[in-house]
């Protein structure tokens, strides 16, 4: 069993959905990464946060560190968000451990 | 600022062959890692280091060697390739501190025939 896992593992919405991903962990953490990675490959953090809520834009990530959980959630989604996206704790120390990432389609 | 820079992109070895892929970031960020990437797993750390002259291993060493003789520098070097060290291998940096954001390289796909 990884210790962070993500759900789903493949996402397909039609444009202007709202999109859920979530990711949950085994261990207590200190803090939690959401990034992104395109379809040419790169990867960009998204967010990265310890406790509540942050908001960029259309993009909402949340943490629940009583629950070992977080969600991304995507407003009004359009085919440019299609990417996969991968959840990564600082289980222990300063290492990240890495979720499988789910790729997301948005279908115009 | 060019952030974390990796080469090459892409790399074709035989078994058998070395070969180091450069990484390196302009940011003085103490904190680099190397990672690699293979279809159904998640990034998997290979080594990692915490300051110039700094290095430790990650979860998949073996096979991997790493130097850091300078903060902007952080290079893998790949001794005798094997099939199985196909992938695609990341690069990325932090500042020091246990939550500070973490910046990725473009990638290198290196393909072992």
């Known amino acids: 069993k990884n210790e962070v896992e993500q759900s789903p593992q493949n996402l397909t919405a039609q444009e202007g959905e709202f999109i859920t991903i979530n990711c949950s962990y085994s261990?207590?953490?200190?803090?939690l990464h959401w990034l992104q990675q395109h379809p040419g490959g790169g990867i960009v953090s998204l967010f990265m946060?310890?406790?509540g809520k942050k908001k960029h834009g259309r993009l909402i990530a949340t943490i629940n560190i009583q629950e070992k959980h977080s969600s991304l959630h995507i407003t009004a989604s359009h085919p440019r968000d299609s990417a996969v996206y991968i959840c990564?704790?600082?289980?222990?120390?300063?290492?990240?451990?890495f979720g499988e990432g789910t790729q997301l389609t948005v279908n115009p | 600022n060019a952030g974390v820079t990796q080469t090459p992109k892409f790399q074709v070895l035989k078994t058998g062959q070395s070969m180091t892929l450069q990484c390196a970031q302009d940011?003085?960020?103490?904190?680099m890692s190397w990672y690699r990437q293979d279809p159904g797993m998640g990034l998997r750390l290979i080594h990692y280091?915490?300051?110039?002259?700094?290095?430790d291993q990650g979860e998949v060493p073996n096979g991997y060697n790493v130097s850091r003789s300078t903060t902007e520098d952080f290079p893998l070097r790949l001794l005798s390739a094997a099939p199985s060290q196909t992938s695609v291998y990341f690069c990325?940096?932090?500042?020091?501190?246990?939550?500070?954001?973490?910046?990725f390289g473009p990638g290198t796909r290196l393909l072992v025939l």
């Open positions: 990564a704790a600082f289980l222990s120390g300063s290492r990240l451990t």
């Open positions: 990325a940096s932090r500042a020091s501190g246990g939550q500070e954001t973490q910046y």
């Open positions: 946060l310890s406790s």
């Open positions: 261990v207590g953490i200190s803090a």
């Open positions: 280091s915490v300051g110039a002259g700094i290095t």
């Open positions: 940011m003085n960020h103490e904190y």
